[in-house]
Nanobody, 115 residues
Framework: QVQLVESGGGLVQAGGSLRLSCAGS????????MGWYRQAPGKERELVAT???????NYADSVKGRFTISRDGAKNTVNLQMNSLKIEDTAVYYC?????????WGRGTQVTVSS
């Protein structure tokens, strides 16, 4: 059983920063990739950033240069440092991990960017 718990969301002004963390439990050490997706009201869930077990990273064009994904293997956590936040970054952010053929999701954490 894999469980993912996100933390670090909140309200921030445009231009500010937030750091999201996702703590995983279970057989997460055998993951293929971990990352973050987000879903804004009325929109589909979209990829934000992922990190593979090899350490390679992938970012959505909209966050490149502003967001940084990292992981702590010893703690089974994946983090998302978000800088220069924009109003359009407002969404529920979901932690995601893929292990073998299975995808697992956290419950999400709200990020709200105000003007």
């Amino acid at each position: 059983q894999v469980q993912l718990v996100e933390s670090g969301g909140g309200l921030v002004q445009a231009g500010g920063s937030l750091r999201l963390s996702c703590a995983g439990s279970g057989t997460i050490f055998s993951f293929n990739a971990m990352g973050w997706y987000r879903q804004a009201p009325g929109k589909e869930r979209e990829l934000v950033a992922t990190i593979a077990s090899s350490g390679s990273t992938n970012y959505a064009d909209s966050v490149k240069g502003r967001f940084t994904i990292s992981r702590d293997g010893a703690k089974n956590t994946v983090n998302l440092q978000m800088n220069s936040l924009k109003i359009e970054d407002t969404a529920v952010y979901y932690c995601w991990v893929t292990i073998g053929a299975y995808n697992y999701w956290g419950r999400g954490t709200q990020v709200t960017v105000s003007s």
